[in-house]
C-alpha cells in the first residue's frame, strides 16, 4: 500500500482555519485520498475523501495537489470539538465492486484547539 | 439511521480469561471489520467479515477469533487473555461494494477491555 507521511502534531487557535498536510508522493491512479479522525475516547470517523479535485463537505475541504503527491485538509473555523487525531489514509475503489478491505492507520496528526 | 453498536462498552477480566465482545453494523451493510487500539500503539487492524466469511486478519494469534451472523452482526472472542489484550476494541462496518458511499467504514464507539 502506498505511504502517507503527516506531522505529529499540530496547533490551532478555536475560530481560526487550520491547514493539515499529508504527503502521499508514491500514491498511485486509482488511489482515493481519505481522511477520517478520532476524537479523545471515540471511535474514528470518516470526515471526507477525494481522487483528484478539491472537494467540500459540511465537516472540511480536501484540497489535491495537481500531482496528487500531497494534499490538504482544511477545517475553515476550528471549534474546540476539532481537537482530535487526523489520519490521511489512500484507498483503492475497486472498478468491479469489491473492497480493499480494513484501512490501515498511521499515527496521524494530533490537532490541539487553544481557546 | 442508527450508527454500529458494540457491546459492552467496558470489561474487566482476569488473565487466562476468555472475553466475547458483539457488534451490529449499520442496516445494509455487510462487511464488519474489528481493530484493537491499545495504548501507545495505534489502531491495529484484527479481522474483517464479509458475507458471513473471514477475509482478512491482522497480524494477531490465532486466540483472536470471530464470526459473523446472518444478520450481519459480530462478535469478537479473545481466549487465554494476556495483560496485553487490555485496549479499545472498535468495529466498523461498511458496504462490500467500494464504490458505494466511497468505500467509506463507519465505527462504533469501541469496547474498553482492560486484562488484570
Known amino acids: 500500500d502506498a505511504k502517507t507521511t503527516q506531522p505529529n502534531s499540530m496547533e490551532s487557535n478555536e475560530e481560526e482555519p487550520v491547514h493539515l498536510p499529508c504527503n502521499h508522493s508514491t500514491i498511485s491512479g486509482t488511489d482515493y485520498i481519505h481522511w477520517y479522525r478520532q476524537l479523545p475516547s471515540q471511535g474514528p470517523e470518516y470526515v471526507i475523501h477525494g481522487l483528484t479535485s478539491n472537494v467540500n463537505n459540511r465537516m472540511a475541504s480536501l484540497a489535491i495537489a495537481e500531482d496528487r503527491k500531497s494534499s490538504t485538509l482544511i477545517l475553515h473555523r476550528a471549534t474546540l470539538r476539532d481537537a482530535a487525531v487526523y489520519y490521511c489514509?489512500?484507498?483503492?475503489?475497486?472498478?468491479?465492486?469489491?473492497?480493499?478491505?480494513?484501512?490501515?492507520f498511521g499515527k496521524g496528526t494530533k490537532l490541539s484547539v487553544k481557546p | 439511521e442508527a450508527g454500529v453498536t458494540q457491546s459492552p462498552t467496558h470489561l474487566i477480566k482476569t488473565r487466562g480469561q476468555q472475553v466475547t465482545l458483539r457488534c451490529s453494523p449499520i442496516?445494509?451493510?455487510?462487511?464488519v471489520y474489528w481493530y484493537q487500539q491499545a495504548l501507545g500503539l495505534g489502531l491495529q487492524f484484527l479481522l474483517w467479515y464479509d458475507e458471513g466469511e473471514e477475509r482478512n486478519r491482522g497480524n494477531f494469534p490465532p486466540r483472536f477469533s470471530g464470526r459473523q451472523f446472518p444478520n450481519y452482526s459480530s462478535e469478537l472472542n479473545v481466549n487465554a487473555l494476556e495483560l496485553e489484550d487490555s485496549a479499545l476494541y472498535l468495529c466498523?462496518?461498511?458496504?462490500?461494494?467500494?464504490?458505494?458511499?466511497?468505500?467509506?467504514?463507519?465505527f462504533g464507539p469501541g469496547t474498553r477491555l482492560t486484562v488484570l
Open positions: 489514509i489512500l484507498r483503492v475503489i475497486m472498478n468491479y465492486g469489491g473492497s480493499q478491505g480494513n484501512l490501515i
Open positions: 442496516s445494509g451493510h455487510t462487511s
Open positions: 466498523a462496518s461498511s458496504y462490500t461494494d467500494s464504490r458505494l458511499a466511497g468505500d467509506t467504514q463507519y
